[in-house]
């Protein structure tokens, strides 16, 4: 071989790598924990069902990468000269995946599927009288009294296709909870970055950027292939990191945190996430179902609920569950949220002595055993915290006996009120109080409630919480929420444990700062060339 030849060869050498690389980082290979649950954007409330369709699906308005409010389907809104009405102008020359043009009736028609008893998400639009088209690109939000947050509560309420929808027979939302289907929760038809291209649930995902995208001239959209992978093992999540299997975890494991920050290729970049993780009682029915103690139910008793508060040791599941990458907390509401203060956010010293005292005093001094529901593929060492807790409840006589699922399998319990002890995780969307409280809090109806697994029914707590939703006089309006909150606290409905830290693993080559609300969309990514 000449030296000419030698040389055009190794030139068509690098050339063809070049091409390679820059291929391959066009397409973004992504694992975490726990699948979506679900295609349907209606369906569920769920942080990892919700991230897949902020790749396809778009809400009128939402969420960047610092979790700042920015447009997405509406470019504007403001209330009208009637407070009680929302106008949103929206984007035109928008088009659907299937090229169908996005207007006014699919917004109305998306928001009033989302009211539907089947969805998961109507506790958004619980103040909402009616949605209504003004012309093409505008449509009124009437809602029951002035609603200042209105457009925080849009922010995951995705806009779907009324024609593709309607045509496909899923008009009504996904009834996850009772075992429903329809053909939209595994298919899809969005206007988002991204397009559906395979999908085998608990597999792989694979998503194609969607060449047709308006926000071409906003975001990087570097990215042009996803591949996302559900891998629940944390040690097979991190060695397909390790071995360059995947670009991209969320839920890197606290254990594996220097191993993965310490290899070349590889960086952590974390956050404080907007989610606190708790437990939840059932504390509302006259018996339990998985205790063993006839005729009547442990956890109505408040002394029952505070001694196993006082029995949890936050420091230590801290310390040596989460290798420090927890904030302990003694309320369900992260610091994020309106409404929070240092005085909630507060919990109380260990106590076992005190808390076998009040099991003692509330006629449980012999302990009683029951059943505590947990996932096992959500939130960061779900499991290993409830083995934790589970030692800690035995201290003071009760025999906590564990049932870990995954997610697919645990929501459904808490939403069909089918379990009585129960860990659960929530983020705070709106970051305000209200969305904890019509969610967690008010009694279980139609319109509210949907999580309150506790059956806590406090008719003077659901007045206070619907008033929240149409009063504008922001100092009357905190104080509700303190009142609220000062009675959620003194009944101890719930058992705080702590707020989550988010680690994100990644490639050098992959530049992605850390969302709040744990949300990675994917067209703000870019790649070190």
């Keep these: 071989m000449t030296r000419k030849t030698l040389s055009a060869a190794v ?58 409010v920015i447009p997405a389907l509406a470019t504007e809104w403001a209330p009208t000269e009637d407070p009680t009405v929302w106008r949103f102008k929206l984007r035109e020359g928008v088009k659907f995946h299937n090229g169908e043009d996005f207007t006014a009736d699919d917004v109305v028609f998306s928001l009033e599927r989302a ?22 690109f505008t ?24 024609g593709w929808t309607t045509d496909n027979d ?12 329809n053909f939209a929760a595994k298919n899809t038809n969005g206007t988002g970055a991204f397009q559906l291209v395979s999908r085998v649930v608990d597999e792989k995902t694979i998503l194609k950027a969607n060449d047709a995208y308006w926000g071409k001239d906003e975001f990087p959209l570097e990215v042009s292939e996803i591949v996302f992978t559900p891998i629940q093992s944390a040690a097979t999540r991190v060695a397909a990191l390790l071995s360059g299997e995947v670009d991209f975890i969320q839920d890197v494991p606290v254990q594996d945190l220097a191993r993965v920050g310490g290899t070349d290729s590889l960086k952590i970049v974390n956050a404080a996430q907007n989610r606190t993780i708790f437990f939840g009682l059932n504390s509302g029915d006259e018996d339990l179902t998985s205790d063993n103690v006839e005729g009547k139910n442990p956890f109505s008793d408040v002394r029952v609920r505070q001694a196993m508060n006082m029995a949890i040791n936050r420091d230590a599941i801290q310390r040596v569950v989460m290798r420090d990458q927890s904030s302990p907390t003694g309320v369900i509401m992260p610091p994020f949220v309106n409404g929070w203060t240092e005085a909630l956010d507060a919990y109380p010293a260990v106590d076992v002595a005190g808390a076998k005292a009040l099991m003692a005093e509330a006629g449980y001094g012999d302990g009683f055993s029951v059943v505590l529901n947990c996932p096992n593929d959500r939130y960061i060492n779900d499991e290993a915290i409830c083995q934790a807790a589970v030692g800690m409840f035995a201290q003071i006589g ?49 319109e509210l409630g949907s999580w309150n697994g506790t059956r806590n029914s406090n008719p003077d707590w659901d007045a206070k919480i619907v008033s929240l939703a149409s009063e504008t006089d922001l100092d009357k309006r905190n104080a509700t929420i303190k009142a609220i909150w000062d009675g959620v606290q003194a009944e101890t409905l719930y058992l705080p444990i702590h707020n989550q830290v988010l680690n994100w693993g990644m490639n050098k080559s992959v530049n992605f700062d850390v969302q709040p609300e744990d949300q990675p969309h994917f067209k703000f990514l870019t790649f070190t060339k």
């Design 398 to 446: 009760i025999t906590v006996n564990l049932d870990a699922k995954p997610k697919a399998q645990h929501f459904p319990l808490i939403q069909n009120r089918t379990t009585d002890f129960y860990m659960l995780g929530w983020g705070v969307p709106t970051f305000d109080s209200e969305y904890i409280f019509n969610f967690l809090v008010h009694s279980t109806t139609d």
């Design 170 to 181: 899923s008009a009504e939302p996904q009834d996850i909870a009772n075992g429903g289907d």
């Design 115 to 136: 009211m539907k008893p089947t969805s998961a998400m109507k506790e958004l639009l619980s103040s909402v009288a009616s949605v209504t088209k003004v012309d093409d």
């Design 11 to 68: 030139l068509f050498a690098l050339a063809a790598q070049g091409v390679m690389t820059a291929a391959q980082a066009e397409t973004l290979r992504w694992a975490r924990a726990g699948d979506s649950l679900t295609l349907d954007p209606h369906a569920q409330n769920e942080g990892p069902t919700h991230t897949l369709a902020h790749q396809i699906y778009e809400p009128l308005l939402h969420r960047d990468m610092s979790a700042s």
């Design 139 to 162: 449509v009124d939000i009437t809602t029951d009294g002035p609603n200042p947050l209105m457009p925080s509560n849009l922010t995951n309420l995705f806009i779907m296709d009324s």
